[in-house]
């Protein structure tokens, strides 16, 4: 024990004067030994200020002398020199604790791999694994101060080293292979391959990029779910070893682990980022274009037409096969929710284009009702891509749709109104107007006649 104060009390000194000296492994067992001491002093200080307050209670029957006393004592144990022993001892374990959770950190971002088949590499783990230990062990010192110092520094360290690594991944963005991405990554390759001395094609480095890019999205995820996680334990923890004193800390501790929620929602943000990103750049430059090619599909058509569209479907199928084919390159890469997530993103875009491109459109009854077809093949094949709901984002579209389907300008007074029962219509009086306008049988002195 003796060896263990001699060397934690010069450690800080020697870390500054060398840090390659003291290496984060061999000081895990000096740590130990520190919060040992600590806890073995905070029950000696208990036991004595047991047996002062029984005595107290006996030697003054005065209520006001043994509130005297016990505060008297009470300054006097806080300023003895076990406490300011004690005291020194703690503020040296939290700057040797501080080094010893840095550079396990950074070693754990240094080490950091990819095993195929998982979503995440190992660095999330490793990371928030060191900080429960570290925590942990701060906790088994009975020291309130020295956890709270413990929390605040890993706080710092996940939001300093490890959420700015993350966002800076997001921040340099998802290559596409474009041409001014091409230029980047080829500049990037040389770079790398002069340093690192081999050849990397730029195709090569691009997938590099994007495999690191869709990791990060699974490693926030994982982030935040650790961070939330790591609160629990915490305040489970924390309210088993400090329960007789929490009520005149708890509003510290509440602070400090309050931190790690916001933390969860800082990781939260940053693959939200991720998500705008990857949709803004990748999906929605690809599948724009294919709800536009509904333009070139006329819905004024003949009974021959009909039957021609129903054996060779002109449009939803291949935009569908061809919405699948772009949706399943990140599904196997990307865990179930934000995939869920990035789908959602796709259906927003795909309801919005695709209403802006029926209001371009005409339609007689057969190609109203080829598009009632059509839109209820797309709505099942996006409720089979994800495990959210979607129909309710497609309720402007069904509804457009069955305006188109009507017989007549004046059935629509069938749904609207006091008629409509459970139906919230999502359009406006104006717009169910221009619907009406898109049948070509439908005349304009009859739309305008409507009050609706």
Known sequence: MKQTLQLMLTSSKKMKENRKLVTASKLETLLTEITVISLCAELYVRFVKRRIKADIEIVYPNKEE???????????????????????????????????????????????????????????????????????????????????????????????????????????????????????????????????????????????????????????????????????????????????????????????????????????????????????????????????????????????????????????EEFIFNLQNLLNRFQSALLPNIFDQLVSYVVNEVVIQLEKTVFKSSFNRLGALFFDKELRSLVTYLTTATSWSVRDRFSRLNQISTILNLDAVQEIDDYWGQNAGALTWRLTPAEVRVVLALRVEFKMDEIRRLKL
């Not at 791999?113 to 783990?125: A, I, L, M």
């Not at 001014?180 to 990554?185: G, R």
């Open 66 to 316: 043994r509130e005297e006393s016990w505060l008297d004592f009470q300054k006097w144990i806080k300023n003895c020199d076990l406490s300011l022993f004690i005291h020194n001892v703690i503020s040296k374990y939290i700057i040797i604790e501080e080094y010893y959770m840095k550079e396990s950190i950074q070693k754990a971002i240094k080490l950091d791999y990819f095993e195929e088949g998982n979503f995440t590499s190992s660095v999330t783990d490793d990371i928030f694994f060191i900080l429960r230990q570290c925590i942990k062990r701060s906790i088994s010192s009975s020291s309130i101060d020295c956890v709270c110092a413990i929390l605040n520094q890993a706080v710092t360290i996940l939001e300093m080293d490890f959420k700015s690594m993350l966002k800076k991944t997001i921040d340099d963005g998802y290559f596409t292979g474009g041409v001014l991405d091409n230029i980047s990554s080829a500049y990037n390759v040389m770079q790398s391959s002069f340093q690192q001395g081999k050849l990397q094609s730029v195709d090569e480095k691009t997938k590099d990029n994007q495999q690191l890019f869709l990791r990060t999205m699974n490693n926030c995820e994982v982030s935040s779910e650790h961070s939330l996680v790591l609160k629990n334990s915490l305040d489970h923890d924390i309210n088993k070893v400090f329960h007789q004193h929490l009520d005149l800390h708890k509003a510290k501790f509440e602070s400090c682990l309050a931190d790690l929620s916001s933390l969860s929602s800082k990781f939260r943000s940053i693959l939200e980022m991720a998500l705008t990103e990857l949709h803004g750049s990748v999906l929605k430059p690809e599948f724009r274009p294919l709800v536009s090619n509904f333009l070139s599909v006329s819905h004024n058509i003949t009974e021959d037409d009909h039957d021609n569209y129903e054996a060779n479907d002109p449009w939803v």
